[in-house]
C-alpha cells in the first residue's frame, strides 16, 4: 500500500500527476464546457468564477508538465547516472524538488498575472491562451520565458528518452540473470514515464503552437475536437497506466473496492 510506495520516488511524483490531472480536468469542464456549449461569457471579469479558476488552472497543467519532466529527469539519472540519482532522488530529496516545483509554478503564474498577462479561454476557437495586455511587438515579455520554457522542456525530455532507450537495449545484452530482473523492473517504470511524458508534450506544444496555425472553419473544428480529446487522454493517462503496470496497486485498489460494497451491502440491508 501506500506505506511502501510514499518512499519510492516515482510513486510520490505521480501521486502527484494524478492531483494535478483531476484539478486540470474539473477546471476545463468547468470553464471550456460551458463556454463552448453556450457560446456566452456569461462569467464576466468576475476574478472568483472566471479568473481564479483559470488562475488554478494554470498551476495544475504547468505543476503537470514540469512533475512530468522531474519524472523523466528520475528515470534518466537512474539509468545513466545512478549515483547522482541515488543522492539527489532519496526520500527527503524527491520531496524537496516537488516542493519547489509547487512554489517555482506558484510564484511564476503570479507574476505573470502581475506583469499583465491572464488566462483566458477562446469560446470562438476553443483553447486556452494567455491574454498579454501590456505587450510590445518584437520586445521580450516575462511571459516569453512560458514559451521558452514549452520548447526546451518536452526537447529534453525527447532527447532523455532517446539516450535510456540505447542504454537499456546495450545493457539487457551483458546482464546476468538477477539484474536483468531488477533491470526489467526499472524498465517498466520507464515506460510508465513515457507513456505519461509523451501525451504532456503533445500537449505543451499544442497549447503553444495551435494560436499561430491560423487555421479556420471545418479545420478549425475538427482541430479542437483533436486538442480537446488530447487534453482529456493526458488528464486521465497517469492514473490508468499506473493502475495498469502495477499489480501491487492493482490489488489494493480492488480490495478496498470489495471492502466498499461489502460495506454498502450491509448498510443496505440494515436499512
Known sequence: G???????????????????????????????????????????????????????????????????????????????????????????????ISLTVWIYVFVFIG??????????????????????????????????????????????????????????????????KNEATLFKQEVRYLMQTVLIGILIIVEVVAFVMVPFLNVSGYGQFYLNILLNLIVIANNLITPIVVLSFNSDIRYHVFSTTDRLQKITRIVTSVT
Open 111 to 176: 507574476l505573470s498575472n502581475v506583469f499583465g498577462c491572464r488566462k483566458q479561454f477562446s469560446k470562438d476557437e476553443f483553447y486556452f491562451w494567455y491574454n498579454c495586455s501590456n505587450r510590445v511587438p518584437e520586445e521580450f515579455h516575462y511571459n516569453d520565458f512560458m514559451n521558452i520554457q514549452a520548447y526546451f522542456i518536452p526537447a529534453a525530455m525527447i532527447v532523455m528518452y532517446a539516450v535510456v532507450f540505447v542504454n537499456v537495449k546495450t545493457s539487457l545484452r551483458g546482464a546476468v
Open 2 to 96: 501506500w506505506k511502501t510506495f510514499y518512499k519510492i520516488g516515482f510513486y510520490v511524483i505521480t501521486v502527484q500527476l494524478q492531483w494535478c490531472d483531476v484539478c486540470a480536468l474539473v477546471l476545463d469542464l468547468y470553464i471550456a464546457f460551458p463556454l463552448s456549449l453556450t457560446g456566452d461569457q456569461y462569467m464576466g471579469d468576475s476574478i472568483a468564477l472566471y479568473y481564479a479558476p483559470l488562475f488554478f488552472e494554470g498551476i495544475a497543467f504547468n505543476c503537470l508538465f514540469l512533475l512530468s519532466f522531474f519524472l523523466s529527469v528520475n528515470r534518466f539519472l537512474l539509468f545513466i547516472f545512478p549515483r547522482i540519482h541515488n543522492k539527489l532522488f532519496t526520500y527527503w530529496g524527491t520531496r524537496m
